[in-house]
């Protein structure tokens, strides 16, 4: 969501030097080719974005459950009991973790821990939301004919390397473990 252009890297409007860097990828530069006015440039900041992105891809899976939470409950608590997780900031910073496709390690570090907790909470968090467990090893079918691991490193024999986005283009997939967040990140490009 980052990409041309990209303005991950790009300072705040307020730092040194912001203004002038931001103002060189404005929208002032370019003009309607029939009013004559310039483009306005919008920034989005859609609350809960990936999650609901994730629950319509789970529907298929639970009926839409999970949307349900979403909308008229708690979210996070939900995730953290799922998880078992000791608080619910844990819960927050393990979903966005999960979804973004962080390994055991980085998993156990959000409770302090190591990789084997990290491995023990991803465990226990899809056997407890076994819709997204589904909707993981759905997509992981679909691109994947067989992985293995050889000296730490993932050997993958892929059927494809792309997942059809919202708006039926093809989103190319650069790994077994960034498929769901790749399948959410370009949901939520379309929708904002």
Known sequence: ???????????????????????????????????????????????????????????KYDNGDYADVILNGD???VNQQAAELPTRDNAKTFIYGFLYGAGDEKIGQIVGAGKERGK?????????????AALREGIQQTLVESSR?????QKVKWKRRWIKGLDGRTVHVRSPHAALNTLLQSAGALIC
């Open 1 to 59: 969501t980052h990409s041309f252009p990209n303005l991950g890297q790009v300072p705040g409007v307020r730092s040194p030097y912001g203004e002038p860097c931001r103002a060189a990828f404005g929208a002032e530069h370019h003009l309607d080719g029939i009013t004559g006015r310039p483009w306005v440039q919008a920034g989005i900041d859609a609350s809960g974005l990936e999650l609901r992105c994730l629950a319509h891809f789970m529907s």
């Open 75 to 77: 979210i996070h608590t």
């Open 120 to 132: 023990e909470l991803k465990k226990k968090f899809l056997e407890n939301t076994p819709a997204i």
């Open 149 to 153: 691991w050889v000296a730490g490193e």
